[in-house]
């Protein structure tokens, strides 16, 4: 079994998405963000490498029990190398789920200053189950110009 790590961005979520705990079986669209910053997400992110198949009328790379599209063009590759944070997808194309246990499940919080996302000032806190609504409107602490967001959960998933 291969535990990943899958960003689910508060938007996803509260959108579309159900709430899970830690122990549910969940099934979801994941996608490889490559533009993640490597400075912020360097031990969340994800290598997935192998063999471009068609699925759901396009085409994917299954690693690991995970399956992601491939979103470049052109033809299509034969074999594919990503590296990114996994995240899930609630809009947008079709192609195979992803079937895994939640075994972890941590808030996302950033610091922003004004409407500017300030790196290097993300935090993680455990939960024992996601969210439905994040808190959005932080305020920043008296005398400071930095406030704080949920953005998201980032979740442990095993899969098979």
Same mark, same amino acid.
Not at 57 to 79: E, I, K, N, Q, Y
Not at 89 to 108: L, M, N
Not at 118 to 133: A, E, I
């Given at each position: 079994?291969?535990?990943?790590?899958?960003?689910?961005?508060?938007?996803?979520?509260?959108?579309?998405?159900?709430?899970?705990?830690?122990?549910?079986?969940?099934?979801?669209?994941?996608?490889?963000?490559?533009?993640a910053p490597e400075r912020e997400w360097a031990a969340e992110?994800?290598?997935?490498?192998?063999?471009?198949?068609?699925? @759901?009328?396009?085409? #994917?790379?299954? $690693?690991?029990?995970?399956?992601?599209?491939?979103? *470049?063009?052109?033809?299509?590759? !034969?074999?594919?190398?990503?590296?990114?944070?996994?995240?899930?997808?609630?809009?947008g194309g079709k192609w195979p789920r992803t079937r895994g246990?939640?075994? @972890?499940?941590?808030? #996302?919080?950033? $610091?922003?200053?004004?409407?500017?996302?300030?790196? *290097?000032?993300?935090?993680?806190? !455990?939960?024992?189950?996601?969210?439905?609504?994040?808190?959005?409107?932080?305020?920043?602490?008296?005398?400071?110009?930095?406030?704080?967001?949920?953005? @998201?959960?980032?979740?442990?998933?095993?899969?098979?």
């Amino acid at each position: 079994m291969t535990v990943w790590n899958v960003m689910y961005q508060d938007w996803q979520l509260e959108c579309c998405g159900d709430p899970f705990a830690v122990g549910d079986e969940v099934t979801w669209q994941l996608l490889v963000d490559t533009t993640a910053p490597e400075r912020e997400w360097a031990a969340e992110l994800t290598e997935i490498e192998g063999p471009v198949e068609s699925a @759901g009328g396009g085409p #994917v790379v299954c $690693a690991g029990g995970v399956t992601v599209p491939w979103t *470049g063009s052109g033809d299509w590759p !034969p074999r594919l190398h990503l590296r990114g944070l996994l995240t899930v997808e609630q809009h947008g194309g079709k192609w195979p789920r992803t079937r895994g246990v939640v075994r @972890g499940i941590q808030v #996302v919080g950033q $610091a922003y200053r004004e409407e500017h996302l300030v790196p *290097g000032k993300r935090s993680l806190r !455990p939960v024992d189950s996601s969210p439905k609504r994040f808190e959005r409107v932080g305020r920043a602490a008296a005398g400071e110009r930095l406030r704080r967001e949920e953005t @998201g959960v980032l979740v442990e998933l095993e899969v098979n």
